[in-house]
């Protein structure tokens, strides 16, 4: 197993447009970031596995037919019989912006437990990737520090994706504490540069990934949108350029970014890993999510490898 992903799956009831009488219309899409990501880099050629919890309804048995269709193994997921598949409202502007809705209170992806992510699940795998969703309230976030902290103990490379939501967290100073908490357990961290300063107190991204950098991380993404990302190695830094496109939706780019990124990086050796072949397994990155975000929907919208022209 190349990447293992822990955290949410949900359904994204995505704005499509308007009726003749100007009542918003909605496409049910599978989501979650974990899960986005772990079907990004199966598509590119990683080997992945999700685990995570849905309900015992007709939306959880939908996402784990998406994860198993795209690739992704999903003897991981948990079904809860007692709380509901969760629900994210994804209303998009004219620019293709997105603004979230959760309907998340008490729902399935909350409740995934510690013991529910075994010693061997973790084992298997070189990666493993979480985002903060999962934090934001007990027992996934204490599963998901747990589960995290075993897999470190294991030698497993760590990669940690904020992916901040404010209408998710009490207020800001708790989504901060709680986002920064793992920090020092991570060796791969995707922000993007609204979330930089977040985290850092700068939007200069020199500065603020050179402090993160403190903290023992040893690849670091700030992801520009249409411009880029720029990226730390260490102390070496640098820009890669994005890819132009027509903007159809901007749900699930970055977690394609980051799939993307990470299905290359899981065959490397970090250690023996050069600026040049970062910047080439950056610029497939940047190429793959703006094929996503030329098109509707989060996991729909990603490429394949020959899409990717490989």
Same mark, same amino acid.
């Given at each position: 197993?190349?990447?293992? *992903?822990?955290?949410?799956?949900?359904?994204?009831?995505?704005?499509?447009? =308007?009726?003749?009488?100007?009542?918003?219309?909605?496409?049910?899409?599978?989501?979650?970031?974990?899960?986005?990501?772990?079907?990004?880099?199966?598509?590119?050629?990683?080997?992945?596995?999700?685990? %995570?919890?849905?309900?015992?309804?007709?939306?959880?048995?939908?996402?784990?037919?998406?994860?198993?269709?795209?690739?992704?193994?999903? &003897?991981?997921?948990? *079904?809860?019989?007692?709380?509901?598949?969760?629900?994210?409202?994804?209303?998009?502007?004219?620019?293709?912006?997105?603004?979230?809705?959760?309907?998340?209170?008490?729902?399935?992806?909350?409740?995934?437990?510690?013991?529910?992510?075994?010693?061997?699940?973790?084992?298997?795998?070189?990666?493993?990737?979480?985002?903060?969703? &999962?934090?934001?309230?007990?027992?996934?976030?204490?599963?998901?520090?747990?589960?995290?902290?075993?897999? =470190?103990?294991?030698?497993?490379?760590?990669?940690?994706?904020?992916?901040?939501?404010?209408?998710?967290?009490?207020?800001?100073?708790?989504?901060? /504490?709680?986002? =920064?908490?793992?920090? %020092?357990?991570?060796?791969?961290?995707?922000?993007?540069?609204?979330?930089?300063?977040?985290?850092?107190?700068?939007?200069?991204?020199?500065?603020?990934?050179?402090?993160?950098?403190?903290?023992?991380?040893?690849?670091?993404?700030?992801?520009?949108?249409?411009?880029?990302?720029?990226?730390?190695? %260490?102390?070496?830094?640098?820009?890669?350029?994005?890819?132009?496109?027509?903007?159809?939706? *901007?749900?699930?780019?970055?977690?394609?970014?980051?799939?993307?990124?990470? &299905?290359?990086?899981?065959?490397?050796?970090?250690?023996?890993?050069?600026?040049?072949?970062? /910047?080439?397994?950056?610029?497939?990155?940047?190429?793959?999510?703006?094929?996503?975000?030329?098109?509707?929907?989060?996991?729909?919208?990603?490429?394949?490898?020959? /899409?990717?022209? /490989?």
């Amino acid at each position: 197993m190349d990447i293992l *992903t822990i955290g949410e799956i949900l359904i994204d009831l995505t704005q499509t447009g =308007k009726d003749p009488q100007g009542i918003p219309q909605f496409a049910a899409n599978p989501g979650g970031a974990p899960a986005n990501l772990a079907v990004a880099a199966a598509k590119l050629g990683a080997k992945t596995a999700f685990v %995570g919890k849905v309900g015992a309804d007709a939306f959880g048995r939908y996402l784990i037919e998406v994860l198993a269709e795209n690739g992704v193994d999903v &003897s991981g997921v948990k *079904t809860d019989e007692a709380h509901p598949t969760t629900m994210a409202v994804v209303s998009v502007d004219a620019s293709g912006e997105r603004d979230f809705s959760f309907y998340r209170q008490a729902n399935a992806d909350v409740m995934l437990c510690a013991e529910e992510i075994p010693d061997a699940v973790l084992q298997e795998a070189k990666m493993v990737h979480f985002g903060s969703v &999962s934090l934001t309230a007990d027992p996934s976030r204490s599963a998901t520090l747990d589960a995290v902290g075993r897999a =470190k103990a294991m030698g497993k490379i760590i990669t940690y994706d904020p992916n901040y939501r404010a209408n998710l967290w009490p207020d800001a100073k708790t989504a901060v /504490e709680q986002m =920064k908490a793992p920090l %020092g357990l991570v060796d791969i961290l995707k922000v993007s540069d609204e979330e930089l300063p977040l985290l850092t107190g700068t939007t200069d991204c020199a500065a603020g990934t050179a402090q993160l950098a403190e903290q023992g991380i040893g690849l670091i993404f700030v992801t520009l949108g249409p411009d880029g990302v720029f990226y730390r190695m %260490g102390e070496k830094t640098g820009h890669v350029a994005g890819v132009p496109c027509k903007v159809g939706d *901007t749900n699930g780019a970055g977690d394609t970014f980051f799939g993307a990124a990470l &299905s290359k990086l899981c065959k490397e050796d970090r250690n023996a890993l050069t600026v040049q072949r970062l /910047e080439e397994i950056l610029a497939f990155a940047n190429k793959a999510a703006s094929i996503t975000t030329s098109r509707r929907g989060a996991i729909p919208a990603m490429p394949s490898l020959e /899409e990717m022209g /490989e």
